[in-house]
């Protein structure tokens, strides 16, 4: 038996279709490539770590940050981990999701 893996592209595109059949808007900042390489253009300190999609619901006010993993991909960056710590200290639920977690996910954004 053979067992797709899916890419994080492919993951993000089926996470963003479920959100927004459930009414969520989201924003994801994609890298562009330069001479120099991929580089996502941000300011800040919370920048080399934002996740990758910010969620937000107006009917019901809820909010959700997510950084998206593959299945074998490492876990997140310590820059990564201080940001979605900020955010939720900050009130905004912070999650890690990977496609093994589809369960968690659909009861999330529910």
């Not at 993000?12 to 001479?35: D, S």
């Not at 080399?48 to 490492?74: H, N, T």
């Amino acid at each position: 038996m053979t067992v797709l893996t899916l890419s994080e592209v492919d993951f993000l595109a089926q996470v963003t279709e479920y959100a927004t059949l459930r009414g969520w808007l989201f924003v994801h900042f994609r890298p562009a490539q330069t001479l120099k390489g991929w580089r996502t253009p941000v300011q800040g300190p919370l920048g080399k770590g934002w996740p990758d999609l910010l969620l937000i619901r107006p009917k019901d006010g809820r909010r959700l940050a997510v950084e998206l993993k593959r299945d074998k991909a490492p876990d997140p960056t310590v820059e990564q981990w201080a940001c979605l710590d900020a955010l939720a200290q900050c009130g905004i639920p912070a999650f890690v999701w990977r496609p093994r977690d589809w369960p968690e996910i659909e009861e999330t954004l529910r």
